[in-house]
């Protein structure tokens, strides 16, 4: 990465850029050196605004996890048929990845070496958990097909949602909007029942 001089800089900009290096160069091989030159400002400066790299860490998984919880809040996925609700959660979680890229690929390849990455990895099963329990009540109305195995559908559900990060890149073809809409029917054609 080369260096970004930089005459201005606010905490959303320093943690884009915190977030950059650590998916180019990994958690563990970034050094607050490392972030004051990708950031064209000194550690000093880093310092004002977080107390630690792991602070910067934890602020870029809690923005992808508070966009994913937070689609469990929405009208779409709180009322109707479960089956309506799991493809709308399924159709969210795709476009919050979709727009938080950066920090949602960031969130996957936590690996559990810090306290920040053991939570964010908690959290993802406690999501992983809850869509689950949407699939299970699909099930038992009957909008799924009888011989699907739920924690088997749950991890290809998000196994495909997932790899959306290795190689979507904004502006080269297919739009967000069509890339979601390519997830929900390629996942609820082998799911459903009719």
Known sequence: MTMAKRDTYTPD?????????FIERGYDGTSME?????AGISKSS????????????????????????GVLE??????????ERLEYVTRRVAEVLLDEL????????????????RWAMERRREFDHRVAELLMEAAAD????????????TR????????IVEWYRPG???????????VVRTAFAGLRTS
């Open 102 to 117: 950066p920090y949602v690929t960031l969130l996957l390849r936590v690996r559990g070496n810090t306290d920040t990455e």
């Open 74 to 83: 929405e009208p779409g996925a709180t009322g109707g048929r479960a089956i």
């Open 46 to 69: 880093i310092y004002h605004h977080v107390r630690s790299k792991e602070e910067l860490l934890r602020r870029a998984i809690s923005r992808a996890l508070d966009g994913l919880f």
């Open 13 to 21: 900009s320093l943690l884009a850029v915190a977030v950059e290096v």
């Open 34 to 38: 490392h972030l004051s030159r990708a």
């Open 172 to 182: 080269r073809g297919t739009s967000r909007d069509e890339v979601a809409e390519a």
């Open 156 to 163: 290809l559900l998000f196994g495909m949602i997932n790899s």
């Open 142 to 153: 009957g909008d799924l097909r009888p011989d699907v195995d739920i924690p088997l559908a």
